[in-house]
């Protein structure tokens, strides 16, 4: 099926399933982007009409990306020749190749765009980058096989899930040092996410097909969510009341009530995605919508998670794995000033690495 087909039959499914169409204007002011990790591309998706308006040639083997503020630029963490492409998403163009530290894996970006922070899965490391010269900062030991990676959404630290310790690491983003000992989690954790209205943290184990919960005031795991199957990544709805967890070996999402702790049944419902191998995903930034990359078929289905029904699905690259949304893209938020001893020492930093 081509694309525009399949963005035709998004439209006569958004209208069969009863989504007003101010529900759909919401979504307009957006784009999708999907690492196809086969094709050495990215997809970018326009939320208005569900369909790609651009294949952009990246690096070898790109895992996962991330999205600046403003979404003018995306970060993709290429595993296969351990650097990170910086897409222009206006000019629709990778305009900066950053090298970075063996098998890089997934990428976030600070809340005020001036760091992004990329995971080496064969380094046993965090490779931080500066946005603004894209070059390398510092370079943070963490656990073994650090995976997932994300910005708590004060900005003060970054989770890292380190997949071959079945731990997290923790670090402060002033200092761009690990704090505390690591947080025991389940076996083989991958996915990591924040709640943006509650100190809570959300875990993927894939090892263990569970969910931790962490509690971000003191770092420590205060409930853990049976899900079976494989947890491969998690995604929070944008009012911090649901957790959406793919699930590749059902093929399928789960979504919880996180609103509270310890409910006798955080299940909602579970969401058959329609591919194969359901990987990343993200909320579009309306918030009524859940793109997930199907990495067996080679396409994103579509959720509408007002129902929580599947509405389609759109052809991508071969192999589609990480999944970032975003506005439009706009002018991002100019860089905060960082306090004298946190610049000092990360020139120092630099300098002693031989960086700029």
């Given amino acids: 099926m081509k694309s525009t087909a399949a963005s035709a039959g998004l439209v006569a ?16 002011r957006g784009y999708t982007y999907v690492t196809n990790s086969a094709a050495n591309t990215v997809s ?19 895992e996962e990306l991330a999205v600046s503020p403003g979404g003018t630029r995306a970060y993709v963490a290429n595993g296969g020749d ?37 995971t080496n899965q064969g380094a046993n490391t965090v490779s931080v980058i500066n946005t603004s010269t894209n070059s390398i900062v510092t370079t943070i030991p963490v656990g073994a096989f650090p995976s997932g990676v994300a910005v708590s959404p004060d900005g003060t630290r970054a989770y890292v899930t380190n997949l071959s310790s079945n731990s997290v690491s923790v670090i402060n983003t ?3 040092a690990v704090i505390g000992t690591p947080i025991p989690v389940g076996g083989a954790p991958v996915g990591v996410a924040f709640s943006p209205t509650r100190p809570r943290a959300y875990v993927t184990n894939l090892g263990a097909g569970t969910l931790s919960v962490i509690r971000t005031s003191d770092n420590t795991v205060s409930e853990t969510i049976v899900l079976g199957g494989d947890a491969q990544r998690v995604a929070v709805s944008r009012n911090g009341t649901r957790a959406y967890v ?3 070996f059902n093929r399928l999402v789960s979504v919880l009530n996180v609103a509270v702790d310890m409910l006798p049944n955080p299940l ?18 309306g918030g009524t919508r859940l793109y ?33 949304s975003s506005s439009l893209s706009t ?13 000092e020492a990360e020139a120092h930093a630099s300098q002693s690495q031989g960086g700029g």
């Fill in 268 to 285: 909602i419902t579970t969401i058959p995605v329609g591919g194969l191998s359901p990987v990343g995903l993200a909320v579009s930034v």
């Fill in 44 to 62: 970018m998706i326009d939320t208005a009409t569900n369909s790609v308006v651009a294949t952009i040639p990246v690096g070898v083997s790109p």
């Fill in 292 to 324: 997930v990359a199907n990495g067996g078929t080679n396409n994103v289905s579509v959720i509408n998670t007002l129902t929580n029904t599947l509405l389609g699905t759109i052809n991508v690259g071969a192999g589609p794995l990480g999944v970032a």
């Fill in 331 to 343: 002018p991002d938020p100019a860089p905060q000033p960082r306090p004298r001893a946190v610049a």
């Fill in 13 to 28: 499914a958004m209208v069969a399933s009863g989504v007003g169409a101010g529900v759909a204007v919401a979504e307009t």
């Fill in 82 to 118: 351990n650097t990170v492409s910086v897409i222009d998403t206006v000019a629709r163009r990778v305009i900066a190749t950053v090298p970075v530290g063996n098998s890089p894996f997934a990428v976030a970006v600070s809340r005020n765009g001036t760091r992004a922070y990329v």
């Fill in 174 to 176: 002033l200092t761009n």
């Fill in 246 to 248: 793919t699930d590749s």
